[in-house]
């Protein structure tokens, strides 16, 4: 298997039968309803997808899944690869207008639902697509000992399509190819099988996340067990990761801390883990270094798109002193830090980062307008890189700093103000356990800063807060208001919504 997973490109599927072959008794999927061998796991991967074929999929076409993540999600994701197609998971948190939009734009004529959200949309909800319940699928697939037709894929054959988080209109479809998929993860799980790592992953965030991936791809390449969880909780996490000697698994930085505060957290039995991931929001140095404290095993931040571009990672039991940053370009990635007009900057100079790698989306589906803007194309050399959209430094050790989103970045009186300046500022009040800052509308600068904090119990106000942390930034950067906020609101995979937090400072005033 290592001679496999090494080649410059391979099939998934083949991989998958492979170690099927080799292990058929050894666990492959885990949940809270039950257990799949890797035999039965690929038996049923076959016997999905041959019925997939026998009632209209054809090669490239789209299979969309909606629900909460579970084996049935999981073996109907496989099985969309299985059979030629591209696994289109939805975002159950999508209104039913963005649900629709979504699986119209896929292409889909096929649509995995779960009870719950069948029940929440209603029976009228995409009508003229193929319904099946995902409760119902081992009604639903090819009866036993029935094998889907060979498929052979290309290298730029459509995987699948995630998409995007955005809190209006219609969410993009990112469309990763086989190619990018196996770039990706082949490396991954080739490097758990030399280190003779066991694979048994934990992935507690949705299978609809890109995020999710590395906790569910990446095992199965190696030949390993993943557990699906269908929602995040603490105690549960825990539990599985005791019991069943959890080695891998992916977090996103809400749930680390949620671990972290945890009461029970430290009566559990966490030491078979050995390599731990963090993607997708934020990563603060102080919740780096008590998860570093307090949980065995490597922690490794990935800083990337779901998009691709250039891929960061910071080993964090390496480089303690470099918590603050989101670590160095992985090997096979290039980035640059540039101008508004797309010129390099002065080595340790805020900008733009643009980056490029060979994990990059084939595009948007079915909009080559958002595509072209995602990205740079170097006019000397024609290769293409992606806007990262974020705003970072690089300093003398190469390790990357983000300063913050370009989008969110404030401009007043002329003058850029970093919001992530500001909210480390904040943060370093006692009072405040959390911190963030947005710009709105100004008469007069054109822009001002807007802060919002979650305040521990018997803090100062709001007005004495704000006084202080105003004392110690320059004139330029001051907070023009300090809001309380309860909870601060964040995307499903904990991103800050900073949109959200904007509307609200506007109807503040």
């Not at 909460?68 to 496989?78: D, K, R």
């Not at 999508?94 to 959200?117: T, Y």
């Not at 099988?193 to 590395?214: D, E, H, K, Q």
């Not at 557990?227 to 996103?252: P, S």
């Amino acid at each position: 298997m290592i001679e496999r997973l090494s080649a410059e490109f391979g099939s998934f599927p083949e991989i998958l039968a492979a170690w099927a072959e080799t292990q058929p008794d050894h666990p492959a999927l885990l949940d809270d309803a039950g257990a799949l061998s890797w035999a039965e796991m690929l038996d049923r991967i076959d016997r999905i997808a041959a019925r997939l074929i026998d009632t209209g999929l054809e090669r490239g076409q789209s299979v969309a899944i909606l629900g909460t993540s579970s084996i049935n999600y999981a073996l109907v994701f496989l099985a969309a690869i299985r059979a030629g197609g591209v696994a289109a998971p939805l975002t159950t948190s999508a209104s039913a207008e963005q649900l629709a939009g979504m699986a119209r734009d896929s292409g889909a004529q096929h649509l995995f639902i779960d009870r719950a959200k069948a029940d929440e949309l209603g029976s009228d909800f995409m009508a003229d697509l193929m319904r099946v319940p995902l409760e119902d699928i081992g009604a639903w697939m090819a009866p036993p000992g029935t094998t889907a037709p060979a498929f052979g894929p290309e290298p730029g054959d459509p995987f699948n399509i995630i998409y995007s988080s955005g809190t209006t209109g219609i969410p993009k479809g990112i469309v990763h190819s086989h190619a990018m998929r196996w770039r990706q993860f082949a490396s991954t799980a080739l490097s758990y099988l030399v280190g003779g790592l066991s694979v048994r992953s934990l992935a507690s965030t949705p299978l609809y996340s890109n995020t999710t991936m590395v906790a569910f791809l990446a095992p199965l390449f190696a030949g390993g067990t993943v557990r699906i969880m269908g929602k995040f909780d603490c105690a549960k996490w825990l539990q599985h990761a005791q019991d069943d000697r959890t080695t891998v698994t992916m977090l996103v930085p809400v749930q680390y801390q949620r671990l972290m505060d945890f009461e029970d957290f430290d009566d559990f039995d966490l030491s078979s883990l050995a390599m731990k991931y963090c993607t997708s929001a934020p990563f603060s140095p102080e919740l780096k270094r008590e998860v570093l404290k307090r949980m065995p095993g490597g922690l490794v931040e990935i800083y990337s798109m779901t998009e691709g571009g250039v891929v960061c990672l910071l080993q964090a039991d390496q480089f303690p002193e470099k918590l603050h940053t989101v670590g160095r370009p992985a090997p096979g990635s290039v980035m640059k830090v540039v101008d508004d007009d797309d010129n390099e900057v002065a080595p340790g100079t805020p900008g733009n980062l643009i980056g490029r790698s060979e994990t990059m989306m084939s595009g948007y589906k079915n909009r080559p307008d958002k595509t072209a803007e995602a990205q740079w194309t170097d006019p000397d050399t024609g290769e293409v890189w992606m806007r990262m959209g974020d705003i970072g430094r690089v300093d003398e050790d190469g390790f990357v700093e983000l300063v913050g989103r370009a989008k969110d970045m404030i401009i007043s009186g002329g003058f850029n103000i970093y919001p992530s300046d500001l909210e480390a500022e904040l943060e370093k009040e006692p009072d405040v356990a959390e911190a963030a800052v947005v710009g709105i509308a100004s008469k007069q600068w054109g822009e001002t800063p807007v802060g919002f904090a979650v305040l521990r119990e018997g803090a100062r106000t709001c007005e004495e807060i704000c006084g202080a942390v105003n004392a110690r930034l320059g004139k330029t950067q001051r907070l023009s208001a300090l809001h309380a906020i309860d909870e601060m609101p964040r995307s499903h995979i904990g991103k800050l919504l900073k949109t959200e937090l904007r509307d609200r400072a506007q109807r503040l005033g």
